[in-house]
């Protein structure tokens, strides 16, 4: 399945052959630790190279935004899609040889989302698609529906620190190690909500399409919209987002408070 301009074959080959290169390393890398106080490996940026070369290659006009080598964009045009890359999101997980990381990438068109991917090697799930349709494998995401906050199945997904900076009264939380893997359980209804205190765009790049597709909404906790093109310049938010079926935000808002630091 195509879009009339960007091949989402190939979007999901990339990610398949990134995974399956990342597959055969585990356990074998050392993690470094960034200015930002966020891990780093090998792996990371070998993967990094890899998914820029391929891209590049096939969409040599198309701007490229990634987590490790920045923005490299094309002097003199101003092109009418970026690419947001993650080689790695969930890297302590992948580090320490837990399931939950994938590889991310995500399309904007004229600065708003417009067709992605995240794949988890690990358990094989490759969600893609584009802002029309949302797909997990073969499978079609239906949109969402009324969501209840208080199922005993669902739960909100947050970052491992969260405990550092919210007071949460959710009744069930997870941290699973990857933002991306959250906003696609949101995506799917497993999560009700995912609540994050920082992030860049290529964290959440390649599912925020999909995500739009089955009507998943993004808010900032003040009330603030989220938009995607703000997130370009490659700096992180700067407050609190969350995201969840319109149904069940005015809930995921009264379960946050965050702490005064």
Known sequence: MTTAEIDLSFLCSCLRDA????????????????????????????????????????????????????????????????????????????????????????????????????????????YWGTTEEAWCNDHRLPRLGATDPDSPLTFLGVASNFHRYFDISAPRIRSLGSTAAHLAYVATGAAVGMLVRTTSLWDIAGVLPLAQAVGVELVYLSGRPFNAGELLDGHPIREALLAGAPSALQYLCKWVTPKQL
């Open 19 to 126: 995974g399956a290169l990342a597959l055969n390393q585990r356990g074998q890398m050392i993690a470094e630790v960034k200015a930002d106080h966020s891990p780093v490996t090998a792996v990371d940026r070998q993967m990094e190279a890899f998914l820029i070369e391929r891209i590049s290659s096939r969409y040599p006009n198309h701007h490229i935004l990634s987590e490790e080598s920045g923005l490299q964009a094309h002097s003199g045009e101003d092109s009418e899609f970026s690419w947001a890359l993650d080689p790695i999101d969930g890297t302590r997980a992948f580090a320490t040889g837990l399931p939950i990381w994938g590889i991310s990438a995500g399309v904007l068109r004229y600065g708003q989302p417009y067709a992605g991917g995240f794949y988890l090697p690990v358990t094989g799930e490759l």
